[in-house]
């Protein structure tokens, strides 16, 4: 007893108060998405807010079963995890249950359970063992190549499951491979990239190469005196254009007609506010009409009369908007940023690699979920349908949030130790 | 433990940072300074549901119910709340195919999306029980109620109107009205709109996207209720009116009768008619076309709208301005030869030569000739006799319409020197130019509305009160609008004369209407034939009872049927007998008018 107290004492207070805070937003928020008259008891399990009760309960059960762990259990645990859980990837293809046009998820009695959520966590683990190797050199280019394949073997099976929100989630690990070691100018040509992917869909892309050539005349001529400049920037401009191109006839020929509008609609391109837009507009209109303060609780009419659809999963944060308003919107932003910097603080201070990985894995794919998802409700991401973490209706979502949270707690614990 | 990469750290907070960043701005934007989606949000789930009040009932001038409401449900549909659903279900509930349903969202759609439309119009109260219970499946629609005209009579098409949907040119200028209201289009129901109409309610309820209704918007703190219409009451005599438009069946023409001592129109008829339960409703706009096509012209409001020369009758006109400008006495007489006068025959074979008293009972032309001659040798000018003859006449309500809450006068024709001078020439017309005009023939146009208030007008001796519809309306006590008294440029006491030639129309041994006479009621009438280049004469009488403190002055106009003794003088002793007796012992008589078809289908 006198060490688990001891575990209590090292446990960073931080994280775990601004996890609980935000599961009691969630499923007050959650409360008053589905909030009506008729069912007023929160203990309701016919309703969302009943259910979620049950997931938080369990979730704080699992948070507290995984302190007492000890921390070599996940790494020795990582490959093992890593393989069960490609292999339920492997097999809800095909048994899963098909729950809005993916076949990603098992349904065993009542509960419903999705790999790919679980995938996350078995992910960040293997991906933190792997690069945590002692003798590993991340220089080589057999050793980023095997790392990046953890990442898209489960990735492209999720893609196979018809679910692309979940499968784009696993390109946040590209984070963790900067922090160690990733020349930087990968990231900034893969910013540069999406940047160019943006444009090409915003603007008619001769008018696009024309402007691009235009550029490159100008920075060669500024810069005359340096010929492998010179190339350099000559070499750019052709990828550039072959990138263009090849944009523009994947997104005319290879996205379905649904994600080209999704797609579109974000842009601002298509204003099809019944269609493809419905949902984007919506959502603009409940998270505006919260103004300053919101409208209160439970007294926000766009969610709780379901004209948001998806009110208490993916888009959560609408009621936030609309019944708490610009300052409850802050309060939720600030606890994620908090959140995140957090576990990258924590992480650098960690003696082990394996746990510095993890805990970036973590923030990485926290942040992708944060950004995506608060983006796509105020129309600055397309419309993905992936959760709010510990906000978001769902048991596997919180489970599998707590899970990779608090696994990085524990690791913290033990953070003068080498794992 | 440090390594080489850790700075990297501060990039990835800034990444986080950024991000956060972009979101609070455009979070900032979204919900504090743009301030549209508020907006939005309020349309999204607030339904605005008008509640229409009854429309004010009217009745006739003795209680009797004669315009009332009966309810009537409208499908609505907000197409921007309309999601999927099975139409063929609804379809089928209203009775309606495919592709008319699809046809007509498409064109609500053009007009708004946002805003509520008309889907289906009036639906049955069965359809209606339905459509209670299973709107739900219906996203997007809703019943409202609404309120529809009903008759008790199937008289009185003209004078009461109808009410049809406002116009966009209404709806833009008026913002009392949104498309699809209803609004007072013709008759009373028109001028009367703003007392008819009430106050409409507006309820705001709250819906989800389903459709369902979530219980009324801040416990109906923005809501208003409905004000009921005021109701009406009519001067219009309803046994009367019923009881003229059987007289005139199968006939054109019309009756009006005037209260001499109100102005009140005791009944108003233009025939042929309609019914005007036929113009209400869902099969208002085809019923209407089917009316309009008529070449009868049921819409056509001959009492107010039709004019026609007044012959005969107006010779009583032309004696009074005589006597007025003194270029005769009663006592002057002038020969007649019968169909061999000159310049204008006279048809009827009596004793000649005639004083005025005897010249009105026999209705002599070249007597009323040689008396308006005088009158337009009284100057030298004929322009300024004309003037004062014309200045007389007018003083009548001639050449004018009266304004009051008549829908729709027109103002008959009499015209001014510069149509003759137009015509014949500054210099090229004199008395006899217009000789016509002694006989109520020529250029003269009046209405039948007219011709009754100038029978009114001499059975009060020189003065009348404007015609009107209104009697009184709930809870107004003010009548000043309807009770405008206007007095003639005749002297009271020349018209002594003219009512005693009248009342011999009557009892004199050769006068014109003598069959006609009705035991025990002092009745003062004058025939009328106007001649009509199109056809036969239309038979034309006026007539006032009783001869002193009259109660009753009307004009009857039965068009192509010939003389005025032979139709419309039995006509209007019917009905004078009818309204001051309450009944009519000539049975013969009625019957012979009743079955009358003189429009020939």
Partial sequence: MREDRGIFKKTDRWLVIIYIALVLIGWINIYAAVYSEEHKSI????????????????????????????????????????????????????????VAGSRSWFQIGPVGFQPAEFAKFAVCLALARYLSSLDLDIRKVRTRLFALLIIIVPALLVLLEQDTGSAITYSAFLLVFYREGMPGRLLLIGAAGALLFVLTLLIDKFILVGLLIGVTLFLIVFIRRNRRRIILITGSLVLAIVIVFSVDYAFNHLLKPYQQSRVSVM?????????????????????????????????????????????????????????????????????????????????????????????????????????????????????IGIPLPFLSYGGSSLWVFTILLFIFIKLDTNRMDLI | MKNIYSERKYVVI????????????????????????????????????????????????????????????????????????????????????????????????????????????????????????????????????????????????????????????????????????????????????????????????????????????????????AVKGKDLWITIDADLQLYAEQLMAHKKGS??????????????????????????????SKNYEILEKDTLQPLFNRALQATYPPGSSFKLMNALIALQEGTTTPEVRFPCNGTASVPIKCSHYHPAPQNMLGAIELSCNPF???????????????????????????????????????????????????????????????????????????????????????????????????????????SEEDYSRTRVKKTTTIDPKYFTIIVEGMYNVFEGSMGTARH?????????????????PHGKAHSIFIAFAPKDNPRIAMAVIVENAGFGATWAAPITTLLIEKYLTGKTKRKDVEERIINCNLIGD
């Fill in chain 1, 43 to 98: 203990f309701d399990l016919g309703q969302n807010y009943g259910r979620q009760m049950i997931w938080i309960v369990t979730s704080l059960i699992i948070a507290l079963i995984i302190l007492l762990f000890d921390s070599k259990f996940f790494s020795a645990f990582s490959f093992p995890v890593y393989l069960m859980s490609i292999l339920t990837l492997i097999i809800v293809l095909i048994v899963g249950k098909v």
């Fill in chain 1, 267 to 383: 842009l601002g391109k298509e204003i099809d506010t019944k269609g493809a837009g419905y949902n984007l507009n919506q959502s603009k209109i409940a998270i505006g009409s919260g103004g300053l303060v919101g409208k209160g609780f439970l007294n926000g009419t766009q969610t709780k009369f379901d004209f948001v659809p998806e009110q208490s999963t993916d888009f959560i944060f609408c009621t936030v908007g609309e019944e708490w308003g610009f300052i409850g919107s802050l309060v939720v932003i600030g606890l994620y940023i908090v959140l995140l910097i957090r576990i990258i603080q924590l992480a650098e201070r960690q003696r082990s690699i394996f746990s510095r990985i993890y805990g970036y894995g973590v923030a990485s794919i926290l942040f992708f979920h944060f950004a995506i998802n608060i983006g796509m409700t105020i129309g600055l991401a397309p419309v």
């Fill in chain 2, 14 to 225: 800034g990444i986080f940072l950024a991000v956060g960043f972009i979101f609070i701005a455009k979070l900032f934007y979204l919900q504090i300074i743009n301030k549209s989606y508020l907006l939005s949000a309020q349309n999204n789930v607030i339904r605005i549901i008008t509640q229409y009040p009854a429309r004010g009932l009217i009745f006739d001038r003795n209680g009797k119910l004669l315009v009332y409401n009966e309810a009537a449900y409208d499908l609505m549909v907000v197409p921007d709340q309309v999601k999927k659903f099975d139409t063929l279900e609804l379809c089928n509930l209203i009775g309606i195919d495919r592709e008319i349903f699809t046809h007509r969202l498409k064109s609500i759609r053009e007009y708004s999306t946002r805003k509520a439309s008309v889907f289906e119009k009036q639906i049955s109260k069965e359809t209606y029980g339905y459509m209670q219970e299973k709107l739900f499946k219906f996203p997007g629609f809703y019943v409202q109620s609404r309120i529809l005209r009903s008759y008790t009579y199937p008289i009185a098409a003209h004078t009461f109107g109808y009410i049809g949907e406002v116009d966009n040119a209404t709806v833009s200028s008026d913002p009392y009205y949104k498309p699809g209201d209803y609004i007072g289009i013709s008759g009373i129901e028109k001028t009367y709109e703003k007392e008819l109409r009430g106050v409409n309610g507006v309820k705001r309820i709250m819906v989800d996207v389903f459709n369902r209704e979530k219980g009324s918007f801040q416990n109906g703190k923005y809501d208003t209720s």
């Fill in chain 2, 255 to 284: 009756i009006v009768a005037i209260e001499p001592s109100s102005g009140e129109i005791l009944c108003l008829v233009s025939c042929p008619s309609y019914d005007p339960n036929l113009l209400v409703g869902r099969v208002r």
């Fill in chain 2, 368 to 474: 009323f000739w040689r008396t308006f001659n005088t009158i337009m040798n009284k100057t030298r000018d004929i322009h300024d006799s004309y003037n004062l003859w014309r200045n007389h006449v007018m003083s009548f309500g001639f050449g004018n319409s009266f304004s009051s809450d008549l829908f729709t006068e027109v103002k008959g024709f009499i015209p001014a020197t510069d149509y003759y001078d137009k015509y014949f020439g500054e210099k090229g017309w004199r008395s006899m130019t217009i000789r016509s005009l002694s006989i109520g023939q020529g250029e003269i146009l009046v209405t039948p509305l007219q011709l009754a208030n100038y029978v009114a007008t001499i059975s009060n001796r020189g003065y009348y009160y404007v015609p009107h519809l209104m009697k009184s309306i709930e």
């Fill in chain 2, 516 to 532: 006609y006479k009705v035991d025990s009621l002092d009745i003062c009438g004058k025939t009328g034939t106007a001649e009509n």
